[in-house]
């Protein structure tokens, strides 16, 4: 709810996804779809739009979706029909773009989200259809002309639509990642909201606590979550001002200036193209075997929420800590391979704790990480085994940062190895306690805060390796007189 | 042999000529550049392509020598200008694709290459096959090679294959392929005196052909006889995987399927094609054509395709829909002519202005319109509607008849310039093809005989889908009844 002059207002967003389906080629031409390489080096004359080309389904790009439906819990159509979306622009080679209209491949799903409040909001899925992309127009490179790059024409996007369930822009937020995060378990998108691989477009209205949906604007391509959030938040005060000045809402579509952090108008109804979308004659209906799309279910990866459970019930996660490890993938996969024969929860601290806080640092995600799984592992096993302190460990975590070595080696270069020889730990409470001959007095006296002081001092004296432990037991001891 | 001698076999002869070493097949090359040259006052080609005529004529020589011959071998072949042929000019008879060289070749002509067959050059057409008269090209008319006996005016070769009819007609191509998306095949065949063929949907790629509404399109081959027209198919058909709507159906050798023998096969006759107005002479002909396959042993049947009469309609609604569309990328951006502007917008503008006919704007337009929000409903959707019912008529009949007989065209080549300027009535010299294109069954023209002011008429034999081979074997007979032996005015005053 946003607190307007006139009273409460309820924002309602629904959003539109586009996300690139990672593929090696393109959704109707054998071209290649890696990004960053050089303009118009992947496009195939079916991408160009030459005459005569036609396009042929990619099999992969078909799978690549129904998986991605039947994620979403999904609906998979069976008969679903590419259509063609026509308009002129120079980026779009064949003056339209080849899409699906009335008859998506992937009808009614949900997504759940988990409240910060520890509830769980179920979002609806309107529908799931494939599209191409269209290139890109360079408008920087010449002063007065326009620049196409067709590399991206034709490869192949899943536009995800939403329906109108969520309530803010930290909801929209929410969303958004977890959506990303079940499309990257299911590896049917990469998720790079930089490279464009996801983009993300936003309908937004308010409307007074429970009366019907207000006149809504569509925010396009908005490039970073925080963005979206930010755009919704804008986008949501101006509407309830426009109507709280006692003005209508003009249903238009938006730019998000993320320099100035406002909404522009781009284009209104009025403006709106007749796209004359009728079924491409070139492709026949996307009929699928039912036991195809059985098969692709079958071999469905854990998704993030079944992940969830399962490291709660497994590991003794607290629900918090497991959200924070499956979030991504590759961070539950990172923890599961620290956490194995380990004990969980010590796995679950160091991973979220140092692990998250270097990578923070150093700005990488988990992938980059300069500590694999196996060598945060192995610095576990020399505190449970008692080679080095949990103290020394996080001298020693900080080196495996620095470095990229193992954990033993850096113990072994540096003689960080635990001392547990109580003659030798004896021997330099010895050494301590006969230079400080006056404060073990007033501790005898009864100043028992010396205590720490004299831990310290061993410690020192020990380049921090004596056993904490024994250095307890036997400094009490000696102490004790 | 004599130039003369040679121009004058049909296909089946050349290849038998061919395989007795009686003439090499650069001899034979030679001869049809020539008679290329010489037909250049007909304007049926746009790029004659002469030497590679001959290089391909000599690769055929090697093999014809080794005793390694293809299907093909050294028989020279028109492509219509809709077909792309990797780096020889391609130009759908458009302004519009100035300059147009494409880096690929369409799979029905490679699979011609592949056979053996010669390339002679690009054939004239209406501009985007959008036309029954070839007088819409950017490339000017083409000329029918015949000539109404004692009537000077040139006559239309039909469309929109005009340039690959006439050039078969004058004995400037053994062979040729062309496009059918209303009649564009058979009509022309029709005008012109010669065989042609539209296969089932499906039956022969579109890869590479420049596409006018690809739901309708069909290449096929054009040829002086049935049994060359059967060799050509056998040829150009086949599954291609870069053609989503090509049939994964196996092709036979169709030139076997010419029995002669048609006993027992019911021909239906569809009452809906006596329309008002066709010429008393076409009537007899067909009726004639009835009576010639009764005589061989086939059984008439009076059938109805009751939804002829929407079929007209139905295809210029949806034919030009999709015409819309495929033309979008014609916008001066990538190929072909650019007409600069100011800014964008107006580059689009000047450039299709400039770069399509007249004819192929009204198309486009009209597409566009029954396209357009309010009105897709009305038009282009139960357009659709009827194609389904158009199909299911021809379902219907063919499970009481095996073929069915009807004349090609309601006309005769006509003048150029003698039609009015109202597009409807050029739209009309459709009627008896498009129900085939609607519902995707082969149909075939074949020349029966002459009309009452000496100008060739063809008959319409059309079959179930992919059943091709009853086509050819019903027209095969049809073509031996009829004995048509005429030859073109130009021909004859050519001193032939």
């Known amino acids: 709810m946003i607190e307007g002059r006139t009273g409460k207002w309820e924002t309602v967003i629904g959003l539109e996804v586009h996300a690139q389906v990672i593929s090696k080629a393109k959704l109707f031409s054998g071209a290649a779809t890696g990004f960053g390489a050089k303009p118009n080096t992947q496009v195939s004359p079916v991408d160009a739009g030459f005459p005569g080309m036609l396009p042929v389904i990619n099999r992969f790009c078909i799978e690549q979706a129904v998986k991605t439906g039947l994620g979403l819990a999904a609906e998979i159509n069976l008969h679903s029909v590419f259509e063609r979306k026509n308009y002129f622009y120079p980026d779009l080679p064949a003056g339209y773009q080849i899409s699906q209209y009335l008859q998506p491949v992937v009808g009614h799903g949900r997504v759940s989200l988990d409240m910060p409040n520890g509830t769980v909001r179920e979002i609806g899925i309107t529908r799931l259809h494939l599209e191409q992309d269209a290139g890109k127009s360079l408008h920087d490179r010449h002063p007065s002309l326009t620049y196409v790059d067709l590399n991206r024409a034709g490869v192949a996007l899943m536009e995800i639509v939403s329906e109108p369930d969520l309530r803010s822009g930290e909801e929209a937020g929410l969303y958004l990642r977890k959506l990303r995060s079940i499309l990257r378990y299911l590896g049917t998108c990469d998720g790079n909201m930089e490279e464009g691989s996801l983009r993300c477009d936003a309908n937004v209205s308010v409307r007074r606590p429970g009366a019907p949906l207000g006149t809504r604007c569509e925010i396009k391509n908005v490039n970073s979550i925080r963005y979206v959030m930010q755009a919704i938040e804008y986008e949501a005060r101006r509407q309830i001002e426009v109507i709280e000045e006692g003005g209508t809402v003009e249903q238009q579509t938006r730019l998000f200036d993320a320099a100035r952090g406002v909404t522009r108008p781009m284009r209104s109804k009025e403006e709106a193209h007749d796209y004359r979308y009728f079924p491409d004659p070139d492709l026949l209906p996307l009929v699928l075997d039912p036991d195809w799309v059985e098969r692709i279910r079958a071999d469905l990866p854990e998704l993030p929420d079944a992940r969830k459970a399962r490291f709660m019930s497994e590991y003794g996660l607290s629900a918090d800590d497991a959200g924070v490890l499956v979030a991504e993938k590759e961070t539950a996969l990172y923890f599961e391979r620290v956490a194995q024969r380990r004990e969980s929860k010590v796995a679950a601290n160091w991973v979220m704790g140092d692990l998250f806080g270097a990578l923070n640092r150093l700005g990488v995600g988990i992938h980059l990480s300069p500590v694999s799984a196996e060598q945060l592992g192995a610095l576990i096993d020399l505190i449970a085994d008692g080679t080095i302190s949990g103290r020394l460990a996080k001298d020693v975590f900080a080196e495996m940062v620095a470095s990229s070595a193992d954990p033993a080696a850096i113990v072994e270069a540096k003689g960080l190895r635990q001392m547990t020889d109580s003659s030798a730990i004896e021997a330099a409470i010895d050494t301590v306690l006969a230079s400080q001959a006056g404060r073990v007095a007033e501790y005898r006296a009864g100043r028992d805060k010396l205590y720490g002081f004299f831990v310290g001092q061993v410690m020192r004296a020990t380049q921090g390796k004596a056993n904490p432990a024994l250095v307890n037991q036997l400094l009490k001891k000696k102490l004790a007189g | ?496």
Not at chain 2, 24 to 53: G, H, M, Q, W
Not at chain 2, 59 to 87: H, S, Y
Not at chain 2, 108 to 136: H, I, R
Not at chain 2, 417 to 438: H, Q, R
Request: net charge negative; aromatic share 8%; charged share 20%.
């Open chain 2, 1 to 496: 042999m004599s130039d003369l001698a040679l121009l004058a076999l049909n296909l089946t002869e050349a290849r038998d000529g061919l395989a007795r070493k009686m003439f090499s097949a650069r001899e034979l090359a030679a001869a049809y550049n020539d008679a290329v040259s010489k037909a250049k006052p007909l304007n049926a080609y746009i790029t004659p392509t002469p030497e590679r005529a001959l290089a391909m004529a000599d690769a055929a020589d090697e093999r014809l020598a080794r005793g390694e011959a293809l299907p093909l071998d050294g028989i020279p072949i028109a492509v219509k200008d809709l077909f792309c042929t990797k780096d020889i000019l391609t130009t759908a008879g458009s302004h519009v694709l100035d300059g147009f060289h494409p880096p690929y070749e369409s799979t029905v002509s490679d699979k011609l290459w592949q056979a053996g067959g010669v390339m002679l050059g690009k054939t004239n057409l209406d501009e985007f096959a959008m036309g029954s008269s070839n007088t819409t090209s950017w490339y000017g008319p083409v000329e029918n090679p015949w000539r109404r006996p004692g009537d000077n005016r040139p006559l239309v070769p039909g469309g929109s294959s005009g340039g690959s009819a006439a050039a078969v007609a004058a004995h400037a191509a053994l062979a040729a392929i062309g496009t059918d998306t209303g009649g564009s095949i058979r009509q022309p065949a029709s005008f012109c005196g010669i065989v042609g063929l539209k296969p089932t949907y499906g039956r022969c790629s579109r890869c590479g052909v420049v596409a006018f509404a690809s739901s309708l399109d069909h290449p096929g081959p054009m040829a002086r006889t049935v049994r060359d027209v059967a060799i050509m198919l056998s040829a150009m058909a086949g599954h291609d995987p870069r053609d989503s709507t090509s049939a994964p159906v196996p092709v036979a050798d169709f030139e076997k399927a010419l029995t002669g023998d048609i006993r027992g096969l019911r021909v239906g006759i569809p009452q809906e094609y006596r329309v008002d107005g066709m010429p008393r002479d076409i009537e007899a002909l067909w009726q004639q054509g009835v009576e010639w396959l009764r005589t061989a042993g086939a059984e008439p049947v009076e059938i109805s395709l009751s939804m002829t009469k929407y079929a007209l309609p139905t295809y210029y609604i949806i034919a030009l829909a999709e015409a819309s569309s495929n033309l979008a990328r014609y916008d001066g951006v990538r190929f072909g002519l650019r007409v600069e502007g100011d800014g964008l917008e107006e580059m689009y503008e000047l450039t299709r202005a400039a770069g399509f006919g007249a004819e192929v704007r009204r198309r486009v337009l009209i597409g566009t319109y029954v396209l357009s929000a309010g009105y897709y409903d009305a038009y282009y959707l139960k357009a659709q509607r009827v194609r389904t019912l158009i199909a299911r008529d021809f379902a219907a009949a063919f499970e009481r008849v095996d073929c069915i007989l009807t004349p090609t065209a309601p006309s005769t080549a006509f003048a150029i310039g003698e039609k009015s300027g109202d597009p409807i009535e050029m739209y009309l010299n459709d009627v008896f093809t498009v129900p085939a294109n609607l519902a995707g069954v082969p149909a075939i023209s074949v020349p029966a005989g002459l009309s009452g002011d000496g100008l060739p008429l063809g008959l319409q034999i059309t079959g179930r889908a992919f059943d091709e081979e009853t086509v050819l074997r019903v027209a095969q007979v049809l073509e031996n009844a009829a004995s048509f032996r005429h030859l073109p005015s130009f021909l004859a005053g050519a001193g032939r």
